[in-house]
């Protein structure tokens, strides 16, 4: 298992990873990580890994402990709203997914400029943010690739992009009215998406959710 990046950069390296990308309701979070190897063992030994294989609980107990022996760490969130402009303006997630990559990784890297580099958890099938950073850091090392979160830095990125998403999550639906919001996509967030716009109005509800779910095309055809 390739926990430390091993046979991928000799001392010191970023990780990035998101959260939110397939949920109707809440932010797309974006968060980047430095570690260096001795770091990299004792987050591991303290229970870092993939965000979905560890509780909400755990994710939240982890956070600060990350964001205290990083070498840096950047978090970037787009909350609803504006993320349903910015999706207006280029009409796809992954552009705006990559483009969440680019500005945490740039910031934590000009940070750290003794990183060697930087893995990131493949969404994209094309090499277009490896090579935007490549000409951005063009003596550093850039990688994609899937399940990249075995990785302690990208792990640690994804916990704390996790844990962002579940502290907006919380606020919004305090603004909303609700007990919780459901997580992922589907008849269940529907329902509760219906009943926030009977309360609050639809004009509200891009407050709240991303308005280029087919759910929240759905809530209108079928009213």
Same mark, same amino acid.
């Given at each position: 298992?390739?926990?430390?990046?091993?046979?991928?950069?000799?001392?010191?390296? +970023?990780?990035?990873?998101?959260?939110?990308?397939?949920?109707?309701?809440?932010?797309?979070?974006? @968060? +980047?990580?430095?570690?260096?190897?001795?770091?990299?063992?004792?987050?591991?030994?303290?229970?870092?890994?993939?965000?979905?294989?560890?509780?909400?609980?755990?994710?939240? &107990?982890?956070?600060?402990?990350?964001?205290?022996?990083?070498?840096?760490?950047?978090?970037?969130?787009?909350?609803?709203?504006?993320?349903?402009?910015?999706?207006?303006?280029?009409?796809?997630?992954?552009?705006?997914?990559?483009?969440?990559?680019?500005?945490?990784?740039?910031?934590?890297?000009?940070?750290?400029?003794?990183?060697?580099?930087?893995?990131?958890?493949?969404?994209?099938?094309?090499?277009?943010?490896?090579?935007?950073?490549?000409?951005?850091?063009?003596?550093?090392?850039?990688?994609?690739?899937?399940?990249? &979160?075995?990785?302690?830095?990208?792990?640690?990125?994804?916990?704390? +992009?996790?844990?962002?998403?579940?502290?907006?999550?919380?606020?919004?639906?305090? @603004?909303?009215?609700?007990?919780?919001?459901?997580?992922?996509?589907?008849?269940?967030?529907? @329902?509760?998406?219906?009943?926030?716009?009977?309360?609050?109005?639809?004009? &509200?509800?891009?407050?709240?959710?991303?308005?280029?779910?087919?759910?929240?095309?759905?809530?209108?055809? &079928?009213?």
């Amino acid at each position: 298992m390739k926990c430390h990046g091993k046979n991928d950069f000799r001392e010191i390296w +970023a990780g990035s990873d998101e959260s939110g990308k397939g949920d109707f309701f809440g932010p797309l979070v974006v @968060a +980047a990580v430095v570690v260096g190897r001795s770091l990299a063992n004792d987050l591991l030994v303290a229970g870092v890994k993939d965000c979905k294989q560890l509780t909400d609980k755990k994710v939240l &107990e982890l956070e600060p402990l990350i964001k205290e022996k990083a070498l840096s760490y950047r978090v970037l969130e787009l909350r609803p709203e504006y993320y349903n402009r910015r999706y207006s303006q280029v009409m796809n997630l992954n552009t705006l997914n990559a483009s969440g990559h680019f500005h945490a990784l740039t910031q934590v890297l000009q940070e750290t400029p003794e990183a060697e580099g930087a893995l990131i958890d493949q969404f994209l099938k094309d090499t277009s943010l490896i090579r935007e950073l490549q000409k951005q850091f063009p003596q550093k090392k850039f990688l994609q690739r899937p399940r990249a &979160e075995e990785d302690t830095a990208v792990a640690a990125a994804s916990v704390l +992009a996790r844990a962002q998403f579940l502290r907006t999550m919380e606020q919004l639906a305090v @603004a909303a009215g609700e007990q919780e919001l459901p997580k992922g996509s589907g008849p269940l967030q529907a @329902a509760v998406a219906k009943r926030i716009a009977a309360r609050l109005g639809r004009e &509200e509800l891009p407050k709240f959710v991303k308005t280029h779910f087919v759910t929240y095309k759905n809530l209108f055809v &079928e009213q």
